[in-house]
């Protein structure tokens, strides 16, 4: 599911997060792009949990998912932004997203990177992102579109502006954890 509307004022207004604590329980998977947005996902979502690293590649995914999970620091909310270092065939996704059941939201961001794997991954993305219930893609490709003041020279990486409008985007896909209904006075 594309994180729908919006998309026309991202960077124009600031994203507020709802508590201090809006991004408890939040973790964030990326690359060097994921980097780029650390400082302003932390001032959308204070508390949230970052593990960015230049170069990173879909195949590293499910050892940092189970590193962070045996620390302690896997939220009920998992961003996931890879794709601009390479490709990925959709079973290496699959089996990732099949042994996260437990994560409530899992946000994958599709990639903006003048690289000939771009449409591909963007593809393998929306592809597998519609067979699973708890999966939001946001669609940063279409947001970023004719947006080259948000990138730096390489058209890969962000400038500050850049940065905060896919940090803001990013930050407004995570759902609110929904209180268990009360049913019957219980």
């Known amino acids: 599911m594309t994180k729908p509307g919006g998309m026309g004022s991202v960077g124009k207004e600031e994203l507020k997060p709802v508590s201090p604590a809006a991004g408890k329980g939040v973790t964030a998977i990326g690359d060097s792009v994921m980097l780029d947005i650390e400082p302003y996902l932390e ?12 170069g990173r590649q879909m195949s590293q995914a499910k050892d940092i998912v ?17 794709g601009t270092n390479g490709t990925f065939s959709e079973k290496t996704l699959v089996s990732l997203l099949q042994s ?9 961001v599709n990639t903006r990177v003048p690289r ?26 279409t947001a970023s ?23 803001s985007l990013v930050a407004g896909a995570v759902k609110p954890k929904q209180e268990p209904s009360k049913k019957d006075g219980k």
């Open 145 to 167: 579109a004719n947006k080259d003041t948000y990138f730096a020279p390489d058209g890969v990486h962000l400038g500050a502006e850049g940065a905060k409008a896919y940090a």
């Open 66 to 82: 189970a590193q962070l999970k045996a620390n302690g620091k896997l939220g009920d909310v998992l961003l996931l932004q890879l």
């Open 100 to 108: 996260l059941e437990d994560v409530r939201q899992i946000v994958l």
């Open 116 to 141: 000939p794997w771009e449409s591909d991954v963007n593809a393998i993305l929306s592809k597998t992102a519609a067979k699973f219930s708890n999966v939001t893609l946001v669609d940063w490709y």
């Open 43 to 54: 001032k959308f979502l204070p508390g949230i949990v970052i593990d960015g690293e230049v």
